[in-house]
T-cell receptor, first 113, second 113 residues
């Protein structure tokens, strides 16, 4: 149990375009989901906390107008990177709150050319 | 933020026990101690968590110091598949009910065949 999926696993886009990443909890309902970003050889950094039916809470330094988060149902949260630039290239990982911990998705590798 | 300190790297021989230490001297009374591990290009995988008492599960054991300022993850018999970056994290819940996992740099565990 407690499986979280992400789609797509890899995406390449051109600078200036937008990219949407989906995060789904497959076998449990998650009122809270989290979005992290990880640059090469670095640790995970929390970007935002997403609560179903309400606005996301962003960490300091994360632009909420650039990283749009929607948590429309108890099993789905989406992260849209708007007007992507090469410096947005990173590994994006979501997690879903379940029980007394968080369960992580497999990650999405975003490359902006 | 809830800070933890871990050695950057450790090595262990295959089929031997591994003790991964973690210091968390600023832990508060309600913080849970969580351990995750991450393989390259994958999302973190839950390993174990605890509050005060030592914990065992099929993957590992968690030994928590009496003052809770440190803990040790124990892999009883390391295999090559245990090679990963291990993160010791304090799960902190705010007064508003918001939770946060703060990832440190983790310990890169290398298993020697």
């Amino acid at each position: 149990g407690a499986v979280v999926s992400q789609h797509p696993s890899r995406v390449i886009c051109k600078s200036g375009t937008s990219v949407k990443i989906e995060c789904r909890s497959l076998d449990f309902q998650a009122t809270t989901m989290f979005w992290y970003r990880q640059f090469p050889k670095q640790s995970l950094m929390l970007m935002a906390t997403s609560n179903e039916g309400s606005k996301a809470t962003y960490e300091q330094g994360v632009e909420k107008d650039k990283f749009l988060i929607n948590h429309a149902s108890l099993t789905l949260s989406t992260l849209t990177v708007t007007s992507a630039h090469p410096e947005d290239s990173s590994f994006y990982i979501c997690s879903a709150r379940g029980g007394t911990g968080q369960y992580f998705g497999p990650g999405t590798r975003l490359t902006v050319t | 933020d809830a800070k933890t300190t871990q050695p950057n790297s450790m090595e262990s021989n295959e089929e031997e026990p591994v003790h991964l230490p973690c210091n968390h001297s600023t832990i508060s009374g309600t913080d849970y101690i969580h351990w995750y591990r991450q393989l390259p290009s994958q999302g973190p995988e839950y390993v174990i968590h605890g509050l005060t008492s030592n914990v065992n599960n099929r993957m590992a054991s968690l030994a928590i110091a009496e003052d809770r300022k440190s803990s040790t993850l124990i892999l009883h018999r390391a295999t090559l598949r245990d090679a990963a970056v291990y993160y010791c994290i304090l799960r902190r819940v705010s007064n508003f009910g918001n939770e946060k996992l703060t990832f440190g740099t983790g310990t890169r565990l290398t298993i020697i065949p």
